[in-house]
């Protein structure tokens, strides 16, 4: 979770990266990047959190995101078998003098809409999710052009939903940017323990009420918020390790367990001990059953 500020790089002999279900749904990734980006997701529901927008998809998802609008992972906390198709683009991708000629005004217009975040629906939905999902098949010409068809369906369709009522437009200067990113690597490094936001504020310069602001304004979530859902996540790995519950509590700078099991279940819908059920790990924390002679 240290890495909100993503940075990505095309993939190769490409303009754009594409990357088939990550499978990141037991981590909760709230970031950004300076990337336009394509997301489809079915056989699935969950949460659709994009900029100040909160709400939930039933069954498929189809968002369009422009640069720098913060947003979750579209499967997180996905518990059934899905498919999740991403694709980024760099900020400038077709900008320039491309997006400028008279036949791609539409598709212009759509670029610039993604900055309210776009979710489509119905007919579109369908149609551009299945021509997402084969565009792993083509050759890199190919699925350029399967690209531009897909974002000219999008463009001339009337089953779209804006997410936000303003464009977010860039707040991250780079001088913000490296900042933010010293407040993860902080976290990062120093989850374990408590954190006083006195030594973030030191950090970044600023007084402790100036900082929770920043902080607020940069992630669009508080700070305690945001080093609770981290610690989380930490505890979902070593749950997975096998460590037990009082053991992840402690190592993750919880101070108590039942503050612990709260924000667990508040974060993921479920308490650590089902959360390790879920995953078929034997429960560390329950008696040893004698053996019978």
């Not at 990550?22 to 994009?50: K, M, Q, T």
């Not at 940017?177 to 030594?199: G, N, P, S």
């Amino acid at each position: 979770m240290k890495a909100f500020l993503e940075e990505i790089q095309p993939d190769a002999n490409s303009s754009f990266r594409l990357l088939l279900t990550p499978h990141l749904n037991d981590f909760f990734l709230w970031h950004f990047h300076p990337e336009y980006e394509i997301v489809f997701i079915e056989g699935a529901s969950g949460p659709r959190h994009v900029g100040d927008h909160l709400s939930r998809y039933e069954g498929s998802d189809l968002v369009f995101i422009g640069p720098y609008v913060p947003h979750l992972n579209f499967d997180y906390g996905v518990r059934t078998a899905y498919h999740k198709v991403v694709v980024q683009m760099r900020e400038n991708f077709l900008r320039d003098d491309f997006l400028n000629m008279p036949e791609l005004a539409d598709m212009a217009r759509l670029f610039d809409r993604a900055r309210w975040g776009i979710s489509f629906y119905g007919t579109t939905k369908r149609l551009a999710g299945k021509r997402l999902t084969r565009l792993h098949q083509l050759p890199p010409f190919r699925q350029l052009m399967e690209l531009l068809e897909i974002f000219q369906l999008l463009a001339t369709s009337p089953e779209y939903t804006l997410l936000n009522n303003r464009p977010i437009e860039s707040p991250y200067s780079p001088k913000e940017q490296q900042r933010l990113q010293r407040v993860y690597q902080f976290i990062d490094t120093h989850y374990q323990r408590k954190i006083d936001t006195a030594e973030l504020a030191d950090l970044t310069h600023l007084t402790p009420a100036a900082f929770c602001r920043y902080f607020r304004k940069m992630t669009r979530m508080t700070f305690t918020d945001f080093l609770n859902q981290y610690r989380v996540k930490e505890a979902k790995q070593g749950l997975l390790l096998n460590q037990s519950v009082t053991e992840v509590c402690f190592a993750c700078g919880f101070e108590s367990l039942s503050y612990f099991n709260r924000i667990f279940k508040k974060v993921t819908g479920q308490n650590p001990t089902q959360f390790r059920k879920q995953h078929d790990l034997p429960n560390r924390n329950a008696p040893e059953t004698p053996l019978s002679l």
